[in-house]
């Protein structure tokens, strides 16, 4: 396969991340994701920050002209010319149908977009008890995959916190915002073909050897 221009696609808690870490890994390719370029801009209070932080408090998306550039800029640049891994875009028709012009110009093509599919019960259970370090970045979950330590990283002893919007109040509000405004692309991106379903709810490995199994079938299919 020339390049592996991946999409992680799905509710917010539905592993995403996780998986791309593990995908990271594996493909050495960069990774992209809309959520975490929007938090590091709110903190060092860039204008992208300031313009974006209301509606991440909210809950709500932040508007598609804000990030439009932004994605389709970083995944055309040098490093990922292999490909990358896009985590949280598209969101909505409007950034679909961007993403899908640009890669037209550039004469490039989606690989797939996998679907992490999880219940929303269970997607609740998994970002209350979500906990993330503030120096490493890296995410634990109280219940499942404690820190040795209580409240600190692992990795560096940093000091682990909730991020504002996974409080209850504020999840609820992403969940009806991702069926209403993202979840009509899953039927977007399966009649182009695209979508590879995966399901969400078993462990982190599980998850991952199906993604890889998925893929190695696209090469395969590539190959034919
Ligand atoms: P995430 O970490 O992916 O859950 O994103 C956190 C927040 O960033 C979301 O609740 C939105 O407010 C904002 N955000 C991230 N990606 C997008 C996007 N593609 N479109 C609009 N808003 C986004």
Same mark, same amino acid.
């Given at each position: 396969?020339?390049?592996?221009?991946?999409?992680?696609?799905?509710?917010?808690?539905?592993?995403?991340?996780?998986?791309?870490?593990?995908?990271?890994?594996?493909?050495?390719?960069?990774?992209?994701?809309?959520?975490?370029?929007?938090?590091?801009?709110v903190?060092?209070?860039?204008?992208?920050?300031?313009?974006?932080?209301?509606?991440?408090?909210?809950?709500?998306?932040?508007?598609?002209?804000?990030?439009?550039?932004?994605?389709?800029?970083?995944?055309?640049?040098?490093?990922?010319?292999?490909?990358?891994?896009?985590?949280?875009?598209?969101?909505?028709?409007?950034q679909?149908?961007?993403?899908?012009?640009?890669?037209?110009?550039?004469?490039?093509?989606? =690989?797939?977009? %996998?679907?992490?599919d999880?219940?929303?019960?269970? !997607?609740? $259970? &998994? +970002?209350? *008890?979500? /906990?993330?370090?503030?120096?490493?970045?890296?995410?634990?979950?109280?219940?499942?995959?404690p820190?040795?330590?209580?409240?600190?990283?692992?990795?560096?002893?940093?000091?682990?916190?909730?991020?504002?919007?996974?409080?209850?109040?504020?999840?609820?509000?992403?969940?009806?915002?991702?069926?209403?405004? =993202?979840?009509? %692309?899953?039927?977007?991106?399966?009649?182009?073909? !695209?979508? $590879? &379903? +995966?399901? *969400?709810? /078993?462990s982190?490995?599980?998850v991952?050897?199906?993604?890889?199994?998925?893929?190695?079938?696209?090469?395969?299919?590539?190959?034919?």
């Amino acid at each position: 396969m020339s390049e592996l221009n991946l999409i992680l696609f799905g509710p917010p808690g539905a592993g995403k991340g996780t998986q791309a870490a593990r995908l990271q890994e594996d493909f050495r390719l960069p990774y992209v994701a809309t959520g975490d370029i929007l938090r590091a801009a709110v903190k060092e209070g860039t204008e992208l920050g300031q313009k974006a932080k209301g509606f991440m408090d909210a809950g709500a998306l932040v508007p598609d002209e804000l990030l439009i550039d932004l994605v389709v800029d970083r995944i055309g640049a040098e490093d990922a010319r292999d490909g990358f891994i896009l985590d949280g875009f598209p969101r909505t028709r409007a950034q679909a149908d961007a993403l899908a012009a640009a890669f037209e110009g550039l004469g490039r093509r989606i =690989t797939a977009v %996998l679907l992490f599919d999880v219940p929303d019960e269970e !997607l609740i $259970r &998994r +970002i209350s *008890g979500r /906990r993330v370090s503030v120096k490493t970045g890296r995410v634990y979950h109280v219940e499942s995959d404690p820190p040795k330590h209580e409240g600190r990283c692992d990795v560096d002893g940093s000091r682990l916190v909730q991020r504002d919007d996974d409080k209850p109040e504020v999840v609820k509000q992403r969940l009806d915002v991702y069926h209403d405004q =993202t979840e009509p %692309l899953v039927s977007y991106y399966d009649e182009r073909g !695209l979508l $590879r &379903r +995966i399901d *969400g709810t /078993r462990s982190p490995t599980e998850v991952h050897d199906h993604v890889r199994a998925v893929l190695a079938t696209l090469r395969l299919e590539e190959t034919l």
